[in-house]
């Protein structure tokens, strides 16, 4: 599926991240230092909790009414003299961005960070047409350099490399001579993506928000790397989620003050950018062309079911900055571009329980990614959903016989008696961690069944009072 992350198994990708010490060391100290700058951030702005409660109730009404807000937003995006295109698949919207490139005859992109780009893999899609693909975003052009590595983390996409792996990649891939400072590392990724920025064709963006009433996209960034990408090449193409709406700019200033305080636990991030449409006569720079492209791929399977309310999400991962399940295994785990809480909630819905349906476990339910969810979704009950959905619709046959076997046992005191007497030898072999029980014993000590039943041992006892003492 378009979202998914290499082709391993869930349980192997887990073990390879439980066994990065680096990695779960780097996650815990960014759950730490995010967690405690979210709360900050959050104190500051007063009654958090009606905030929240205002955030769950712009999200739910736009959601409920999106086709009156995309058709609004197309309308003014048009009018401003835009074009728009309504993807149904990644495909489509693959294929339009492509054509637009072709059209074009671009050879250089530049792109600015965006997690439905990384959906819809964009950036192989118009590798193959011949263009050159560059990522500006900082987090993302070191994945970039290093074989096209994908994100950990939905705000900060690197997060499982640290500066020396960093400084190996810059010095590999673009011959980087000095330390593994950060200052000396960002500044030389500055110098080698000033040149792109000068020099590219197209530069392509994804959408934090759009604005219905006036047509415009706004991206909530901490680079300068957006501003350049908006505003040097002479087309620009933004490619937006197609939940990814407010009706006003009323709405989008509250939306942007939760999401601020929930990412990174600042008041507002370094830039906040609306882009109404292409530059007028009036405007010193600004693309000449402007194409916005709306992505469905799955999500309008999504509206009007139990799970609507994922679609809330406003991609702030502070579920993921307080998961103790994520803190252990890190984001790659998951085997989807969306991790943490709302990935495994998200990636079933998108990509299928074929390859996503372990997600729904990788959780303790201890609710904690519900309680900071900026906007309310209530994710942990919509992980139990997944599960009842799971155990109905996609048991296997031998797990079903299984079940049935038990309920037959359970139900008849003659076969419950006797399975009790011998279940001391049938539990035995479980002890050593073989079968389905294997990934649990791993980690667990599976406890040895005693030879004597608690009910005859019960019986021994009362026959043991009832004799007279001596």
């Known amino acids: 599926m378009s979202m998914k992350i290499g082709d391993e198994k869930f349980f192997d990708r887990v073990k390879s991240g439980v066994n990065d010490v680096f990695m779960r060391d780097a996650v815990a100290s960014a759950q730490e230092r995010m967690q405690g700058r979210r709360l900050k951030a959050a104190e500051e702005l007063g009654n958090f909790e009606e905030w929240r409660k205002l955030g769950e109730e712009i999200r739910s009404h736009t959601i409920q009414n999106l086709d009156f807000y995309l058709e609004q937003l197309s309308e003014n ?39 439905v780009t990384e959906e819809i893999y964009l950036n192989e899609a118009l590798e193959e047409t011949g263009c050159e693909v560059i990522e500006t975003d ?14 950990s983390h939905i705000v900060v996409p690197a997060l499982h490399k640290n500066k020396e792996q960093i400084r190996d990649t ?6 980087y001579t000095k330390s593994e400072i950060p200052e000396e590392l960002a500044i030389f990724a500055r110098e080698q993506l000033r040149k792109e920025f000068l020099t590219a064709d ?38 937006m989620g197609m939940e990814r709406i407010v009706p006003t700019w009323k709405e989008l200033d509250i939306l942007v003050s939760l999401l601020c305080r929930s990412a990174v636990g600042q008041k507002l991030t370094s830039y906040i950018t609306g882009l109404t449409g292409p530059k007028e006569e009036e405007d010193a720079d600004g693309p000449e062309e402007f194409h916005l492209v709306i992505v469905d791929n799955g999500r309008s399977n999504i509206l009007g079911t139990e799970f609507e309310s994922a679609l809330h999400c406003i ?18 785990s998951y085997g989807s571009i969306y991790s943490g809480p709302i990935g495994a909630v998200l990636s079933p819905l998108l990509g299928g329980y074929d390859d996503y349906k372990e997600l729904p476990y990788a959780s303790t339910l201890c609710a904690a990614c519900t309680e900071v969810c900026p906007v309310k979704i209530p994710l942990h009950k919509l992980l ?18 299984a079940m049935k076997g038990y309920q037959l046992a359970a139900s008849s005191p003659n076969i419950y008696n006797a399975g009790t ?21 791993d980690i667990r000590q599976f406890p040895k069944a005693d030879k004597e039943r608690f009910r005859d041992w019960f019986k021994r006892r009362d026959t043991d009072n009832d004799r007279p003492s001596s």
């Open 384 to 401: 139990l959903k997944h599960r009842s959905k799971i155990v109905k619709d996609e048991t296997s046959f031998g797990e079903k016989l």
């Open 202 to 239: 197209i530069g392509i963006t994804g959408c934090n928000f759009a604005v219905a009433e006036s047509g415009s996209i706004s991206l909530v960034t901490n680079e300068g790397n957006a501003g350049l990408v908006t505003a040097l090449p002479k087309t620009q193409i933004t490619v």
């Open 77 to 115: 995006v048009v009018k401003r003299g835009g074009h728009v295109f309504f993807a149904l698949t990644k495909e489509e919207a693959t294929d339009y961005i492509t054509r637009v490139a072709k059209t074009k005859k671009a050879k250089k992109i530049v792109k600015s960070k965006s997690m």
């Open 421 to 441: 007497k011998s279940a001391s030898m049938i539990a035995a072999p479980l002890t050593k961690g073989i079968g389905p029980i294997k990934p649990w014993t």
């Open 170 to 175: 810059f010095k590999e891939k673009r011959g």
């Open 138 to 151: 900082l987090g993302e052009y070191i994945l970039q350099l290093d074989n096209n590595d994908r994100p």
């Open 315 to 332: 991609r702030c991962a502070a579920c993921v900055n307080v998961c103790p399940v994520y803190r252990h295994i890190g984001g790659h």
